[in-house]
Antibody
Framework: EVQLVESGGVGVQPGGSLRLSCAAF????????IHWVRQAPGKGPEWVSL????????FYADSVKGRFTISRDNSKNTVFLQMNTLTTEDTALYYC???????????????WGKGTTVTVSS | QSVLTQPPSVSAAAGQKVTISCSGS????????VSWYQQVPGTAPKLLIY???KRPSGIPDRFSGSKSGTSATLGITGLQTGDEADYYC??????????FGGGTKLTVL
């Protein structure tokens, strides 16, 4: 079964750091772009970042640029999101999701994890 | 406030048809494919339409998508109570970011 499983979400104080992980199952991981999308309580989804199938290309939302870093380990079928200098505005459910077509950056995301919750609070 | 503009809400009777619009610019919709997602509260978004008008496997043909210029439209026919959800348009932007629309809440009367 094609599946994405996020982990690493916890409570953290403002200014702190977290690393989220996204483990992939059931597909040829190194063929696909992976995105992180977050959703604050009561709000719509917000795209955060993407990483290309080979890890050579990464893109970020302006709201996280310079603070978040996306990476992947294709030998472990896992994507990471390193989040630094966290603020209360980063509080959200963070989803990992996969592009529908291999070798494409298009934001057509056909498989989503259940998400992991990040709470930034003092 | 999202760069992609959607109506906050739409409603229609069961069995009827509804359309949801998504308005952008030449920097985004005008030069890129549009996807549409359905989100039932408490669940992850679900891909309904990609590349403007393609349906992933398992999505019924009651759902359709189109694009003209800098706007896109999601159509749903034969409305069912299970279609009640929030709907989002998504596209790539020339700033090398991915944009989500503000979302439209569909109510089936």
């Amino acid at each position: 079964e094609v599946q994405l499983v996020e982990s690493g979400g916890v409570g953290v104080q403002p200014g702190g750091s977290l690393r989220l992980s996204c483990a992939a199952f059931g597909f040829t991981f190194n063929d696909y772009t992976i995105h992180w999308v977050r959703q604050a309580p009561g709000k719509g989804p917000e795209w955060v970042s993407l990483i290309s199938w080979d890890g050579d290309n990464t893109f970020y939302a302006d709201s996280v640029k310079g603070r978040f870093t996306i990476s992947r380990d294709n030998s472990k079928n896992t994507v990471f999101l390193q989040m630094n200098t966290l603020t209360t505005e980063d509080t959200a459910l963070y989803y990992c999701t996969k592009g529908i077509d291999s070798g494409s950056f298009r934001p057509s995301m056909d498989v989503w994890g259940k998400g992991t919750t990040v709470t930034v609070s003092s | 406030q999202s760069v992609l503009t959607q109506p906050p809400s739409v409603s229609a009777a069961a069995g009827q048809k509804v359309t949801i619009s998504c308005s952008g610019s030449s920097s985004n919709i005008g030069n890129n494919y549009v996807s549409w997602y359905q989100q039932v509260p408490g669940t992850a978004p679900k891909l309904l339409i990609y590349d403007n008008n393609k349906r992933p496997s398992g999505i019924p043909d009651r759902f359709s998508g189109s694009k003209s210029g800098t706007s896109a439209t999601l159509g749903i026919t034969g409305l069912q109570t299970g279609d009640e959800a929030d709907y989002y348009c998504v596209t790539w932007d020339s700033s090398l970011t991915v944009l989500f629309g503000g979302g439209t809440k569909l109510t089936v009367l």
